[in-house]
């Protein structure tokens, strides 16, 4: 946070908070014309999953995704560890194993001297380090705003990729990470987020979801995505509309953020969480209890957020054990699965 040059600065919405809005996004996907489908595909757009999964042979499918934004934080080289990790989460979501990386680099070569430039891509090159893999090549251009991110290739046995949709009634929903990356971001571009808040935002958005590959091999586990732009509740919402079901969670075992908590309570929140409302709202049913900046948290755009498991509840136990085993602290059980329109239902708690 040392460096004179405010990353942040040259955002117009960070990390994963620059996401195009859920309905935009939607209405965009719709007028894009369908392709060839190969037989060998077995995950595409349809269901808005994390990544893209082909059939290899009968023992290997290739997992592939990519996902780059603009600075969420000043520092470079934690800019670089926490796109590069929420790059890899892709893979992890879908009960994978990274391979390896191609980097995506967009830079103002007029503004951003070169040395900064390679520290950020120094952070990408230790976390792909720490996840066991190599950047293998990749792709560099001249823009206004610093763009860095990572196309992610793994691996993963074709019966044990977890997609979003295949979740049961009854299952236990399980999420991995605290909420309120979103709203320490913008607590930081507001000037008013503390030394312990910010260790605390690059300690959870540099945390590898290693553990989705350990997760996808449990055989109670149905369903996986990873929490990021949309939301809690925007991520849980295509759980449902994939699965045919309907969602109960129980806000009062929702794991949150202290120092977001706090900031929430206060009103910060961003652009995002209101654009994610707007595109989702009119399916998520929250108890008259609740309160806005309860609301702001579920629609809070995490950036390398947590791993959201449906798991049956015979397995939630192991689920659980597997999370705080690899140091998911924070990791709960914070709802089920139910039948009926495929809605979030909020409790109070």
Known sequence: MTNPIRLT?????????????PGVLADILSRAPQGLVP????????????????????????VATTDFFTPIVDDPRDFGRIAATN??????????????????????????PLEVIGQILEGGASVCQEAGIPIAGGHSIDVLEPIYGLVALGLVHP???????????????????????????????KGLLDDAGYAEMVRTTTQ???????????????????????????HLLEVCRGSGLGAEVDMARVPLIAAA?????????TGASARNWAGYGKDVVMDEGLLPWQQALLTDPQTSGGLLVTCSARAADDVLARFRQAGFADAAVIGRMVAGEPKVRVALG
């Open 9 to 21: 600065s040259f955002s117009h919405g960070g990390g994963c908070g620059c996401k195009i809005a």
């Open 87 to 112: 790059a890899i989460s892709d893979i992890y979501a879908m009960g994978g194993t990274p391979i390896m990386a191609l980097a995506l680099v967009g830079m103002p070569l007029d503004k951003l």
């Open 208 to 234: 590898l979801n290693r553990v989705g590959s350990e997760l996808g091999a449990i055989e109670g586990v149905h369903a996986m995505t990873d929490v990021t732009g949309f939301g809690l509740a925007g």
């Open 159 to 189: 019966d044990r990729v977890r997609r979003n949709a295949d979740a049961r009634e009854g299952d236990l929903l399980v999420l991995g990470k605290p909420l309120g990356v979103g709203i320490l971001s913008a607590a930081l571009k």
């Open 261 to 269: 908590r706090t900031h929430a309570m206060n009103g910060i929140a």
């Open 39 to 62: 037989p060998q595909l077995m995950v595409g757009t349809e269901t808005a999953d994390d990544a893209a999964v082909y059939r290899l042979n009968d023992q290997q499918a290739l």
